[in-house]
């Protein structure tokens, strides 16, 4: 988030003069409170993003003379188609990255469930276990498997979360059992969020694979922020451009 607020800081610097020394500081203010309250980095960054853009716009139209005016309107189209494709990379790397970390879970599901008794299912089971509040196991890629009764009670696995088998609400044996399969994120508490597999088992119970998101979401905050920068630097040349002596004669 402090990387989303110092670039929120460079687009402020974006703004008509005036406008910046009277509201500048405040929109800065409110903006880090609404950061510390919000239950969604990545929701709060693209609606940050949006009303910049709108106000930027709005702002700068207030500012400028006709003849500018008439500039704006020339470059308008460029700039919000740059932002459109910025803004669908953004959402398609986050898909990509998000099915990503379902790969290995539902590889290691499917093989439980086509063959439970296979010598590779026991050594998955009697392999390390796997601490799933660990750092070492939230910052890697290495999936776990438990398998669980017909009632969702858990039997046996190579994770532990909190000295025990990881246990997920009911609700998601419930919806394993109603479509044969299911894929969800599982949080079972702040700072652990799990790409979480579930098959049924042909014996009435049901095998569980997962794999922490730690590493994709990070991956996903780094490209965000990409484009962020991206879109300021567009978005900085065009402000440029605007000021720039010869632009009747570059258009």
């Not at 003379?65 to 309107?73: A, E, K, L």
């Not at 932002?83 to 099915?99: E, P």
């Not at 998101?213 to 922020?225: D, F, I, K, Q, V």
């Amino acid at each position: 988030m402090n990387t989303v607020l110092n670039l929120y800081r460079l687009a402020l610097r974006l703004y008509p003069s005036a406008f910046r020394e009277r509201y500048a500081g405040e929109m800065l203010g409110t903006t880090r409170r609404l950061a510390a309250d919000a239950p969604s980095k990545l929701r709060f960054a693209a609606a940050l993003f949006w009303d910049t853009l709108r106000s930027l716009l709005r702002e700068h139209a207030r500012a400028t003379v006709p003849s500018d005016r008439r500039v704006i309107r020339s470059l308008a189209p460029f700039f919000v188609t740059y932002t459109i494709v910025l803004f669908a990379i953004s959402l398609s790397v986050q898909q990509f990255l998000r099915r990503g970390a379902d790969r290995q879970p539902e590889s290691l599901a499917s093989l439980v469930q086509a063959r439970p008794q296979s010598d590779a299912v026991s050594a998955a089971l009697a392999g390390p276990r796997l601490d799933l509040a660990s750092r070492d196991w939230l910052h890697s890629s290495t999936p776990f498997v438990a398998l669980y009764d017909a009632a969702g009670n858990g039997v046996a696995g190579n994770a532990v979360l909190h000295g025990a088998l990881p246990q997920p609400p009911r609700g998601i044996f419930n919806t394993i059992r109603e479509r044969g399969d299911y894929k969800v994120t599982w949080q079972p508490q702040p700072g652990i969020r799990i790409a979480l597999t579930g098959r049924r088992l042909s014996g009435g119970g049901f095998v569980l694979a997962g794999q922490s998101l730690r590493h994709s979401e990070s991956l996903n905050s780094y490209a965000s922020g990409s484009l962020l920068i991206a879109w300021i630097c567009q978005l900085l040349g065009c402000m440029l451009f605007l000021r720039h002596p010869d632009r009747r004669r570059i258009l």
